[in-house]
């Protein structure tokens, strides 16, 4: 069973195309975070958001925590070629130490 | 350093062999976590070390797979008599104000195992 549950798992788009990449779950989160993945790299840390309802904007991606702390939302306005790669997210359940991660979206931008 | 180093990069072992992956982290981190990704699967938790003692190793899958930490530096992942399905990126990561904050992770080692 997988705590994390990412949709979709797949998305290839034109650049300048607006996308969202979803990560929902029955359990609640202390924290959640969002990073992404190159291949051949490790995966880099995005944002974390800590408050149920808590919006996060880094230029063009735009992060949203649900108001129970079950769920989250990764939206990216305008993609670009180099927002190419496997987007992961990973939730914080308190009184853990350890980071659960959903499968990824692996996204491919075209130009 | 200035990021989390691994090494090797590559490994490719025949079945049965014994492997170490190694871990240095960013120093200063007293976290430290090992993770593996299989091809089409998120990242799956191994170990979590805490300086050098480990409070939760609930992840490692069999008892072949062992690891440990010198002080609050580099760690070491030991798999003995390797099988097939053991082939995976082994990524590791430090933090140093725990998980709530994020990790900072390595490129991983890629393990084939034949």
């Known amino acids: 069973t997988q705590l994390l549950e990412q949709s979709p798992q797949f998305l290839s788009i034109q650049e300048g195309e607006n996308l969202t990449v979803y990560c929902n779950s029955s359990?609640?989160?202390?924290?959640l975070q969002w990073y992404r993945q190159e291949p051949g790299e490790g995966p880099v840390l995005l944002v974390t958001?800590?408050?149920?309802?808590e919006v996060k904007k880094l230029k063009r991606l735009t992060f949203q925590f649900g108001d129970a702390r079950k769920d989250s939302s990764l939206h990216i306005t305008a993609a670009q070629p180099g927002d190419t790669g496997l987007y992961l997210c990973?939730?914080?359940?308190?009184?853990?130490?350890?980071?659960?991660f959903g499968k990824g979206m692996k996204l491919t931008v075209n130009p | 350093g200035a990021g989390v180093s691994q090494s090797p990069s590559n490994k490719v072992t025949e079945k049965g062999k014994d492997v170490e992956l190694r871990c240095d982290p960013i120093s200063g981190h007293t976290a430290l976590y090992w993770y593996r990704q299989r091809l089409g699967q998120g990242l799956e938790f191994l170990i979590y070390f805490q300086g050098n003692s480990a409070p939760d190793k609930s992840g490692l899958p069999s008892d072949r797979f062992s690891a440990e930490r010198t002080g609050e530096s580099v760690s070491t992942l030991t798999i003995q008599r390797t099988q097939q399905e053991d082939s995976a990126v082994y990524l590791c990561?430090?933090?140093?104000?725990?998980?709530?904050?994020?990790?900072?992770f390595g490129s991983g080692t890629r393990l084939t195992v034949v």
């Open positions: 958001v800590v408050t149920g309802g």
């Open positions: 990561a430090s933090s140093l104000v725990g998980t709530a904050y994020g990790y900072t």
């Open positions: 990973a939730g914080a359940q308190g009184g853990s130490e350890k980071l659960v």
């Open positions: 359990s609640v989160f202390s924290s």
